[in-house]
């Protein structure tokens, strides 16, 4: 027995990382779910009768033990891996995928799940049991317990296999991310990139022992150079090799990676009654159907289009009469679009950044928070962490009371995948009349401080941190009963809503003035500034609903369909993206190969629900600003409607409540610019 199966001895019950070694995983994992399994046993053992609280809720609380240790290695796999983490999480997520369905295909449980669901009229439940019945007896239909014994055992060997190829496909993604480096020795092919920027490409040549300068693939090294780098050339190499992560006919190529996982996931639909994997998915979406996606993308596209076409247009004009470019391809776009930003509104990012130091904009998120829902957050050195960078704090409530414990890892590392999100190391619950608090952690890639420099943000860095941050708020306020209904966990296309609606504060001046001083002077951000980021924000708008579009529209066309057809990954991609491109195609790149969210994360048939949230939370802030962004009422509403309540009722329902109506997706193209 590790460490990791015994209770921790820790402050506030935080995971020990320090004293777990890698070896300690593989047996932790064996003895969790020989746990775990115990746990099942004794619920189908019982000879009283099926009843909501001796089935129900007893196999909510089982698997404890287990999924802490999950939510810990896997977190660490994506923040902190390496070869021996991999090389783990590949035996691991086979007989954690075996566990699963021994739950979901076991008969006897199934039973007594089913005895208390066929009786559910005649107990006195409350919302929240009610929904968690609901979601214990889908979890087994929708997962094969209907099945004939032989589909049952073809279900397992699918899910087998479908949680070894997710987990291949995310390290070809990382192993090429990191096997790539633009080495520069001449300082003229860094023309027009900031200092600041130089300066880290510098220290990263320093790092690896290299003269000159170094690019990686990594956004706080790629997104820079895409958009300041003079050099149209060196532009068109690196964007190519980020373009062709994943589809380089080589051992990290993930093209059969990608079809299987398709062609896997379609089977695993039509062995279980569904037509798809999307009409599988959505049956538990607020979207419900496929067709309602592909109607709710094909409106916006339909209102976005004439827009970005115009945008379009207007930036080739400008690149033509700036550098006589005759044709933009995909590398100039960033490029073109901050020159034309800064000629329309005299601002860039460059101006900005002095004025979001890392540790201002993340106190800056706090005192929001605190001004919203009265929260308090303490940096502490009492816990342990997975990696020095870590910053780890306590949050309390008005009353002093322990809200959450939350993590923030914040810079680029070898050992951590690309992009930012939010995720957790320990549920909430209340159980045996106490309620345990979460550990919420959010992860990013920002700039790194340099010799000279603080972590100076980029705007788009500062509203990804505000983003991760409401994710954060979600599992920190959460005040729910059972596990399995707390924090994040509701439907995908709600998800969003508490994270992109913080967003909002971000552009405000109100919230600004809190947080964005100067890093030298301590000057608070000038009111000129504030207008032009009001200014800017539509900037472009068309474009970027298009693209978010043109993903939500390729995800549909991979899950929405029978994919067994497909054998050119590309030629299908270039299909799907027809009614959505701008720039030309690029032939040896490809969207699919490395489009981790949804062949790895879980937003397969998902990726619309950011426009989705998008109307939600355009509308959600627009009571805000209607009754003041610091209102305590309506933040009030928010916190108890919307952020308390995990996944215990219908989103809509809860939506309703906070809002008083529906949303109205107006709200969010008044937003964006685009209601003519």
């Keep these: 027995m590790t460490i990791l199966n015994k209770p921790f001895s820790t402050p506030y019950n935080t995971a020990p990382f320090s004293k777990i070694s890698t070896e300690d995983y593989l047996p932790a994992f064996k003895e969790g779910i020989k746990k775990a399994k115990a746990e099942i046993d004794a619920i189908t053992a019982n000879t009283e009768s099926?009843?909501?609280?001796?089935?129900?809720?007893?196999?909510?609380?089982?698997?404890?033990?287990?999924?802490?240790?999950?939510?810990?290695?896997?977190?660490?796999?994506?923040?902190?891996?390496?070869?021996?983490?991999?090389?783990?999480?590949?035996?691991?997520?086979?007989?954690?995928?075996?566990?699963?369905?021994?739950?979901?295909?076991?008969?006897?449980?199934?039973?007594?799940?089913?005895?208390?669901?066929?009786?559910?009229?005649?107990?006195?439940?409350?919302?929240?049991?009610?929904?968690?019945?609901?979601?214990?007896?889908?979890?087994?239909?929708?997962?094969?317990?209907?099945?004939?014994?032989?589909?049952?055992?073809?279900?397992?060997?699918?899910?087998?296999?479908?949680?070894?190829?997710?987990?291949?496909f995310g390290e070809?993604?990382?192993?090429?991310?990191?096997?790539?480096?633009?080495?520069?020795?001449?300082?003229?092919?860094?023309?027009?990139?900031?200092?600041?920027?130089?300066?880290?490409?510098?220290?990263?040549?320093?790092?690896?022992?290299?003269?000159?300068?170094?690019?990686?693939?990594?956004?706080?090294?790629?997104?820079?150079?895409?958009?300041?780098?003079?050099?149209?050339?060196?532009?068109?190499?690196?964007?190519?090799?980020?373009?062709?992560?994943?589809?380089?006919?080589?051992?990290?190529?993930?093209?059969?990676?990608?079809?299987?996982?398709?062609?896997?996931?379609?089977?695993?639909?039509?062995?279980?009654?569904?037509?798809?994997?999307?009409?599988?998915?959505?049956?538990?979406?607020?979207?419900?159907?496929?067709?309602?996606?592909?109607?709710?993308?094909?409106?916006?596209?339909?209102?976005?289009?004439?827009?970005?076409?115009?945008?379009?247009?207007?930036?080739?004009?400008?690149?033509?009469?700036?550098?006589g470019i005759d044709q933009l391809q995909k590398w100039d776009s960033g490029y073109y679009s901050e020159k034309l930003k800064q000629k329309l509104f005299d601002l860039d990012d460059e101006q900005l950044k002095p004025y979001f130091k890392l540790e201002n904009v993340i106190n800056g998120a706090f005192t929001v928070a605190e001004k919203l829902f009265g929260l308090q957050f303490e940096e502490i050195d009492t816990i342990d962490k997975y990696h020095e960078e870590v910053l780890t704090y306590k949050v309390t409530n008005a009353e002093g009371e322990l809200v959450s414990i939350f993590y923030a890892d914040f810079f680029p590392r070898a050992g951590k995948r690309n992009g930012a999100w939010m995720t957790s190391y320990k549920p909430q619950m209340i159980k045996d009349g106490k309620n345990d608090r979460p550990h919420i952690s959010i992860v990013c890639n920002f700039t790194k401080p340099t010799k000279s420099k603080p972590s100076l943000l980029t705007f788009n860095e500062v509203t990804t941190l505000f983003h991760e941050f409401g994710h954060a708020l979600h599992g920190m306020l959460a005040n729910t009963t059972y596990p399995s209904l707390s924090g994040t966990s509701v439907y995908w296309d709600f998800v969003e809503l508490p994270s992109q609606v913080l967003e909002n504060w971000c552009y405000e001046k109100e919230a600004l003035e809190l947080f964005a001083t100067h890093y030298e002077t301590g000057e608070v951000i000038p009111m000129a500034l504030i207008n032009k980021i009001k200014a800017s924000a539509t900037f472009h708008e068309g474009m970027q609903t298009l693209r978010q579009l043109s993903f939500g529209l390729l995800d549909m066309s991979w899950h929405?369909?029978?994919?067994?057809?497909?054998?050119?990954?590309?030629?299908h991609e270039v299909e799907a993206f027809k009614d959505t491109s701008l720039y030309p195609d690029v032939a040896e790149n490809c969207m699919s190969t490395a489009f981790a969210h949804i062949f790895q994360g879980g937003y397969s048939s998902g990726y619309y629900s950011y426009k989705w949230a998008e109307v939600l939370d355009a509308d959600a802030f627009e009571y805000f600003k209607e009754e003041g962004i610091f209102s305590k009422t309506v933040a009030n509403k928010f916190k108890t409607f919307v952020l308390s309540q995990g996944g215990t009722e219908n989103p809509m329902v809860l939506y309703k409540r906070f809002r008083g109506k529906e949303p109205q997706p107006e709200a969010l193209l008044r937003r964006a610019g685009l209601l003519k």
Excluded: C
């Design 50 to 168: 099926p009843t909501f609280q001796n089935t129900i809720e007893a196999l909510d609380y089982s698997g404890e033990e287990l999924d802490r240790l999950s939510s810990i290695f896997f977190n660490i796999n994506s923040a902190e891996t390496n070869e021996a983490i991999q090389k783990i999480a590949q035996e691991v997520s086979p007989l954690l995928s075996d566990f699963s369905n021994d739950i979901t295909l076991n008969e006897a449980l199934f039973k007594r799940v089913k005895v208390v669901y066929d009786s559910k009229s005649s107990l006195t439940l409350t919302t929240e049991q009610e929904t968690l019945l609901d979601k214990k007896y889908k979890g087994f239909s929708r997962n094969g317990a209907n099945l004939p014994e032989a589909k049952k055992t073809e279900l397992r060997a699918i899910d087998k296999e479908l949680s070894q190829l997710k987990l291949k």
């Design 560 to 571: 929405g369909v029978d994919p067994t057809a497909i054998k050119d990954v590309k030629a």
């Design 172 to 323: 070809h993604i990382l192993a090429e991310t990191n096997a790539y480096e633009l080495h520069l020795t001449n300082e003229e092919d860094l023309s027009g990139l900031p200092d600041g920027a130089k300066e880290a490409a510098k220290q990263l040549a320093e790092s690896k022992e290299k003269d000159g300068w170094l690019i990686t693939l990594d956004y706080p090294s790629y997104i820079p150079f895409m958009t300041y780098a003079d050099n149209r050339a060196l532009r068109e190499d690196l964007s190519k090799a980020f373009g062709r992560k994943g589809f380089q006919n080589d051992a990290l190529d993930n093209q059969d990676i990608v079809l299987k996982i398709a062609t896997l996931r379609f089977k695993r639909a039509q062995l279980l009654g569904y037509k798809t994997h999307a009409h599988f998915v959505l049956e538990e979406r607020m979207a419900e159907t496929p067709e309602k996606v592909t109607s709710f993308l094909n409106e916006l596209l339909e209102k976005a289009k004439p827009a970005a076409i115009e945008e379009f247009k207007k930036l080739e004009d400008f690149a033509k009469e700036l550098d």
